[in-house]
């Protein structure tokens, strides 16, 4: 898939999500194979403010990986401004958020909001693309519409690339179904028919697993899928989507070894790149992730909320991890 000029190898790509896709984990994802990762989103207002808990959160991928930015906001001069700080960290693309449901957001008449004002969206597509440049792409993440008696993804992508989009990613659901129901494909499947086909259509909603990547890629046509909740403590599942894309066996889930593994490089990947006060909550929420589905995991959860240190949370899981692998071994 390309987008303007950039080559996205693996037709995957990992959503967006408010204090989830921070740079530990969504380290770990790229080294799963993920096609390409994009920050939280993040306030053009706060930015411009100098807000340093979001412009925290604006971090360049490490090793030199291509990474998106995504912002939200409908004011020029804080659009403006929050584009130009992402290509200063040397973002490959400028997602704006047109698709975010949560009240403070809309109530602000941001996130999806902007799809009832499609002309100011274009605005805002325009403007962007300008203020990043050419080698640098603005692209839109919007869902199915306000609500069932307005559903406009179709033509309000048709605008959007019209303005200079150069991707577009469609949630199925619309506004007001927040995250309850079903995500429609057929949605998607409209999108990508009517948007000009040299601009990629990325679908998004309830993938969790290879088959439903598949079946999304088949009932709608989408260039990429960009998977969200699936990959919690799951960056297995980008593996298995690339080796299936490249043709090759899915390698399936991972070893309860491997899952120990993983879990350790990201905690430590969590205290190398987000030291500071949250620091034991974030080890805490990561440690949490790992475990679900596992036996006794809810009382793991219990042990490590009463946990004091990063150092604890460690070994309390270490501890989990390494009886789990012996009675494995033992059966
Ligand atoms: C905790 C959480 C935070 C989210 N934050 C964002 C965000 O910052 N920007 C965005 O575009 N979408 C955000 N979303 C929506 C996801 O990107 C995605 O569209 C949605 O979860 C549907 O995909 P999924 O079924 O694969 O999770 C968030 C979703 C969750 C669950």
Redo the contacts with the bound molecule.
Sequence with gaps: MRIGTLEIATPVLL???????DLPFRTIVEEFGVGLTIT??LSADAIIHGDSKTTDKMTASLNGRKFGV?IFGRTDEAMILAAQMAVRIGASLVDI?M??PAKRVVAGACGSALMREPELAQHLVRIVDEAIGPDVFVTV?HRAGWDSSELNAAEFACALVEAGAKMITV?G?TRAQG?TGN?SNEVIRQVREQVPSDVPVVG?????DVESFLRMREETGCDAV?????ALGNPWLFRSIKAVSEGKEDPGAPTLEERYDVFKRHISHIIALKPGPKLLHEVRKASAWYAKGHRGCNALRQKVWKTDSPEAVMQVVSDYFEELIGQEHAA
């Design positions: 959503a967006p999500m408010a204090a989830v896709t939280e989103f995504q958020n698709g975010c993440k949630h659901r995250f995500s998004n909603g309830d993938v969790t960009m998977i969200g909740r699936g």
